[in-house]
């Protein structure tokens, strides 16, 4: 999120979460403007941070000062990385897994049992995320059979409300992030395209 409507629309409309981005891009904000946003969503949802990088000091320092019930780490984390901020940090730490081929590499199994969530996302050179690239759904259907461990499920990559279904009914993620699928614009959030998401990922039309 990247204004303060689009985040309270969010809360009414019934998200769980509502993040804000703290990484390199056209929705990148800063601590106060994040401040604001997630002020504007309310108590009822949790507020997400997420980070383009892994200095442990850093991500609690902006955490604390924003009022994060989330990390989201996007740099590749490592399991070091999970431990350092968990020292300071009594939120939930999500680790996102960036995806290039077909499946999730072996390298990033630990993460499923150290972090409380596991974001799976599409790969790219030039961006850590928002994409707007799907993932393979049927293929990492089969990694998180072998993988899912203790840690949420947090499912991105080109959502919208034309796939999400699908994508719920092949993975049963625990989450599901969306970004671009729901923009008029890089960081401006479209009501009618919030409402189409969320009732199609939810299954039913809500008032």
């Known amino acids: 999120m990247?204004?303060?409507?689009?985040?309270?629309?969010?809360a009414e409309i019934g998200a769980s979460y509502v993040g804000v981005i703290f990484a390199e891009g056209p929705r990148k904000v800063s601590p106060d403007k994040a401040h604001e946003i997630l002020a504007a969503a309310g108590a009822g949802v949790a507020h997400v941070g997420v980070f383009d990088t892994n200095d442990a000091d850093r991500?609690?320092?902006?955490?604390?000062?924003?009022?994060?019930?989330?990390?989201?780490?996007h740099a590749d984390p490592m399991p070091s990385d999970i431990e350092a901020i968990r020292r300071n940090f009594d939120g939930d730490?999500?680790?996102?897994?960036?995806?290039?081929?077909?499946?999730?590499?072996?390298?990033?199994?630990?993460?499923?049992?150290?972090?409380?969530?596991?974001?799976l996302d599409a790969r790219s050179e030039n961006k850590l995320g928002g994409t707007g690239v799907a993932l393979p759904w049927n293929e990492l259907a089969v990694d998180l059979a072998r993988d899912r461990g203790g840690a949420a499920v947090v499912l991105a990559g080109g959502l919208n409300s034309r796939n999400v279904a699908n994508a719920i009914r092949v993975l049963a993620p625990d989450v599901v992030d969306v970004s671009s699928g729901i923009e008029s614009a890089p960081g401006i959030k479209d009501p009618w395209l919030m409402?189409?998401?969320?009732?199609?990922?939810?299954?039913?039309?809500?008032p």
């Open 93 to 119: 730490i999500w680790a996102a897994i960036r995806i290039a081929g077909n499946h999730i590499p072996h390298e990033y199994d630990e993460l499923f049992d150290l972090a409380d969530g596991v974001l």
């Open 2 to 10: 990247t204004r303060p409507q689009d985040a309270a629309l969010a």
């Open 195 to 206: 409402r189409e998401f969320y009732e199609a990922a939810i299954g039913h039309t809500v």
């Open 59 to 73: 991500i609690v320092e902006v955490a604390d000062e924003v009022g994060l019930n989330v990390v989201q780490l």
